[in-house]
């Protein structure tokens, strides 16, 4: 994949397949904020279509781990006047989405578990822009444009392209934390979502590119 962060380009992302996250709680189920895709998904689901799933899954979410053995690094994607689509039904199937973990089957058995809810998912137009740190994508695959998976169970598809408008970009200072990077935000959706004030192109990279692990070389 060559040098690592070795380039940094402006990107949009635009909705061709409705998606949903389990962002704010809504009546039965929740609802997606439409305005922004977050760093960790675009740069996981770089990994899915470039490198393939990782060759084991953790229970746990570990972030900073999975991150650092990746090569890019990205602001968040933001969008303005994106729109939701009517609650839409969706069901579970515990044993492939949960893996039937000690944890989900005290839940099931607790009564407190339902495998029905409604979501409102982000509607097909929607767009998004931000940054992205590493090898170029477009390079690789000798495209302009590809689809990307994001979402629950990656049903939703974005088309990524490149962007030539877009010349401030909102970082995740939820990410900086977990590399100790402490930027300042100025709001919260939520605590997983961050939003820095808007950097400069230059300002971005510079600080994209500390977020590593400390043992990495510089």
């Known amino acids: 994949m060559g040098n690592r962060f070795e380039s940094a380009l402006a990107v949009r992302a635009?909705?061709?397949?409705?998606?949903?996250?389990?962002?704010?709680?809504?009546?039965?189920?929740?609802t997606t904020h439409p305005a922004v895709i977050t760093d960790?998904?675009?740069?996981?689901?770089?990994?899915?279509?470039?490198?393939g799933p990782p060759s084991a899954l953790s229970i746990e979410a570990r972030y900073q781990e999975e991150l650092d053995?990746?090569?890019?690094?990205?602001?968040?994607?933001?969008?303005?006047?994106?729109t939701l689509s009517s609650p839409?039904?969706?069901?579970?199937?515990?044993s492939r989405e949960g893996g039937f973990h000690e944890n989900m089957q005290k839940n099931i058995f607790s009564g407190n578990f339902k495998n029905t809810f409604f979501v409102h998912e982000v509607a097909v137009g929607a767009s998004y822009h931000g940054l992205l740190l590493g090898p170029d994508p477009f390079e690789l695959l000798h495209t302009g444009e590809f689809v990307l998976r994001v979402g629950v169970s990656r049903m939703g598809m974005v088309v990524l392209s490149r962007d030539d408008e877009?010349?401030?970009?909102?970082?995740?200072?939820?990410?900086?934390?977990?590399f100790g990077r402490a930027i300042p935000e100025s709001y919260r959706i939520l605590d997983t979502i961050r939003v820095s004030r808007p950097y400069t192109k230059a300002e971005a990279i510079k600080e994209l590119k500390c977020w590593r692990n400390a043992r990495d070389e510089p």
């Open 14 to 30: 635009e909705v061709v397949a409705p998606f949903y996250y389990h962002g704010l709680y809504a009546r039965d189920g929740s």
């Open 40 to 51: 960790t998904a675009l740069v996981f689901a770089l990994r899915a279509a470039l490198l």
């Open 69 to 82: 053995r990746l090569p890019w690094r990205a602001s968040l994607l933001l969008g303005e006047d994106n």
């Open 88 to 94: 839409v039904r969706h069901t579970i199937d515990v």
């Open 166 to 178: 877009t010349k401030s970009f909102n970082l995740n200072a939820a990410t900086a934390r977990l």
